[in-house]
């Protein structure tokens, strides 16, 4: 007997118990603290949600009055702008998407749409995370090595369109792994 059998049949003794209860007992119900959590959620969502409008609003009109008086289009504020759309997407998918089924204690949308809103949850975290490597990159260039900064438009650009592709690619596992269950 090599060590992996011996943990697998520690498991199978340590989780016995639990394997013959019901599954349904293990279902999430509608209690007056999911009920709470489901509000507290959906009060951050709205608040968020206006934050980011309110910063992608204003990055776009000072892009305008930026065009109208010369200045080039800096290159942090393609990071921000990009931060703030996939905060809105980490909004609407996780924070929103989380109270609803905090409320609804379940899915009612069927398979299809359940493996794509679980994509896109995983999608808006790692987009999120990834522009905010880009900005502390970007910010660490532009202290170390001021004209080496990846600021410039093109190249910002370039790591940008590589963050969403590469947030994608990771979000993919999500379709194999999500599904809904017919409960009996």
Not at 25 to 34: K, M, N
Not at 69 to 84: A, E, F, P
Request: with cysteine; proline share 3%.
């Amino acid at each position: 007997m090599n060590c992996s059998e011996l943990i697998y049949i520690a498991n199978l003794s340590l989780f016995d118990n639990i394997s013959r209860e019901p599954c349904l007992q293990h279902a999430p119900q509608l209690t007056s603290s999911a009920s709470s959590r489901a509000i507290i959620l959906a009060i951050l969502a709205v608040l968020s949600f206006v934050g980011n409008v309110l910063t992608i609003i204003s990055i776009r009109k000072n892009r305008v009055h930026r065009g109208l008086r010369q200045h080039s289009w800096n290159g942090v504020y393609t990071l921000i702008l990009h931060l703030s759309v996939a905060d809105l997407f980490v909004t609407v998918f996780c924070l929103a998407g989380e109270a609803v089924w905090s409320y609804t204690v379940e899915w009612l949308w069927g398979n299809m749409s359940c493996k794509l809103f679980k994509f896109l949850q995983m999608f808006s975290l790692y987009l999120s995370t990834f522009i905010l490597v880009l900005i502390g990159i970007d910010r660490f260039l532009a202290v170390r090595y001021p004209m080496k900064s990846i600021s410039t438009s093109s190249r910002c650009c370039k790591f940008v369109i590589g963050a969403w592709i590469l947030s994608a690619l990771c979000s993919l596992p999500q379709n194999t792994i999500d599904h809904t269950v017919i409960q009996p």
